[in-house]
């Protein structure tokens, strides 16, 4: 966020610099003290969210889950799951990155149902509950 911008209260983002430069500095950890890789989660809920998103490099140390996140209804979870995958597949996009979902146990109405989620498609390879 920028300075003297609220978080809740304005939409926040981040590019493709600044994910590579947090990838990076996990991959670093990992190669120095002999770990095993480490799941990096980018929330977005807008595409906007991640500019520059095709320009993301991910080291192998990395597993980068970008995680579909947001309120709303079932319909509204899954349509904004659909969109923002298919814009995922865009090129840049690497084969090794992973797809998330996040779900919320107050805000969302109607909880996506764990059927629901399994019947995404892509299915994810990360479900967050909050």
Do not use: C, W
């Amino acid at each position: 966020m920028p300075p003297g911008v609220v978080p809740g209260q304005e939409i926040g983002s981040t590019d493709a610099e600044t994910v590579n430069q947090v990838a990076e500095y996990l991959a670093r950890l990992v190669r120095t003290n002999d770990l095993p890789q480490k799941l990096l989660l980018v929330h977005q809920f807008t595409e906007a969210m991640v500019t520059e998103d095709e320009k993301i490099v991910t080291p192998r140390q990395v597993a980068l889950v970008s995680n579909i996140d947001g309120f709303g209804t079932p319909e509204v979870k899954i349509s904004v799951y659909k969109q923002l995958t298919t814009a995922l597949k865009a090129p840049g996009i690497e084969a090794g990155d992973h797809i998330g979902v996040k779900l919320f146990f107050k805000e969302d109405e109607r909880l996506l149902s764990p059927q629901g989620v399994l019947a995404l498609k892509p299915q994810p390879d990360v479900v967050v509950y909050e």
